[in-house]
């Protein structure tokens, strides 16, 4: 990460903590090997925790549920149940469909607000205690690399996405038979009639592939946005703090990182919160729409 006996530079923190603990070196921006595939073991591991965590918690407080008066778990779970429940009443009309459609968006959002909620740990914390496991491990811990907010992985965010878009054409073939289904890929959304809906039905098909392909990747990519963006700004406040370690006259910077990871930790709450939200009411919406006729 730097040079032998001396501290790293910015840039080569921020670089550092960028990196993934992977299977091997990407070779490139993407690198779509299926014959020696890059796996980013650290958002693996961490969503996946995460996953079993937030399922875990949902499994105890209905366990332990009571009708009397209910503890803060209880009735913050309660509350989220009954959230998520009346939106996709508003927007899934189907009632069969909503008994899988409810449970997938509570999922898609305790799990999307545990991984962003891992923005708020301090950021040397756990890559600090990885170097030294891994040093002990007869590594250099220079190339210890533990990234821990899996929602600030694109890998993450478009596989998410996908899922969601897994659930459209299966609500999509569901809803309106596989033959309903193709039909409109080739109607809509220019309707026509004799001649004139032959000559427009590739144009219908290249406008329904770039819808999907529209709301798949933006679907993703808003999320790992955000969360990569919070991220980048909590690495330059520790900077802050770094150089006012480092300096004579540092005093006013250490006090401006203190000030300002605390307003930006306090503001970032809102954010993680607001963008599992944002998936999850687009779960809902996308998936009401593959219901609805075109």
């Known amino acids: ?109 305790v799990w999307i607000f545990l991984m962003n909620a891992m923005d708020l740990l301090p950021l040397d914390l756990i890559p600090n205690i990885w170097a030294a496991i891994y040093g002990g491990m007869g590594h250099d811990p220079h190339h210890a690399y533990m990234r821990v907010v899996p929602s600030a992985d694109l890998s993450t965010t478009l596989a998410l996405s996908v899922t969601v878009l897994l659930s459209c054409l299966y609500y999509n073939i569901k809803m309106k038979g596989l033959g309903g ?65 480092g300096s004579l006259g540092g005093v006013a910077l250490w006090i401006g990182h203190v000030l300002a990871g605390s307003a930006w930790a306090i503001f970032h709450i809102l954010i993680i919160t607001l963008q599992a939200f944002i998936f999850m009411m687009l779960t809902l919406v996308y998936v009401g729409q593959a219901h609805d006729a075109h």
């Open 1 to 109: 990460m730097a040079a032998e006996g001396h501290g790293p530079t910015a840039g080569e923190y921020i670089q550092h903590h960028l990196q993934h603990w992977t299977t091997r070196e990407q070779t490139g921006i993407a690198d779509f090997s299926l014959a020696d595939p890059v796996l980013k073991l650290d958002s693996l591991f961490w969503s996946i925790l995460l996953g079993v965590v937030g399922c875990f918690l949902l499994w105890r407080v209905a366990k332990s549920v009571t009708s009397g008066v209910p503890g803060r778990m209880q009735a913050a779970i309660e509350f989220l149940v009954e959230m998520v429940d009346t939106q996709a009443r508003g927007i899934v009309h189907n009632e069969q469909s909503r008994k899988a459609v409810a449970p997938l968006a509570l999922t898609a959002f």
């Open 181 to 245: 289904w193709v039909k409109e890929l080739f109607s809509a959304p220019f309707h026509a009639h004799g001649p004139m809906a032959i000559a427009l039905a590739p144009i219908n098909f290249l406008m329904q592939m770039i819808e999907f392909v529209a709301k798949t990747v933006s679907h993703g990519m808003r999320l790992f946005g955000n969360m990569f963006a919070g991220e980048l700004v909590f690495m330059l406040i520790a900077l802050m703090g770094a150089v006012g370690f």
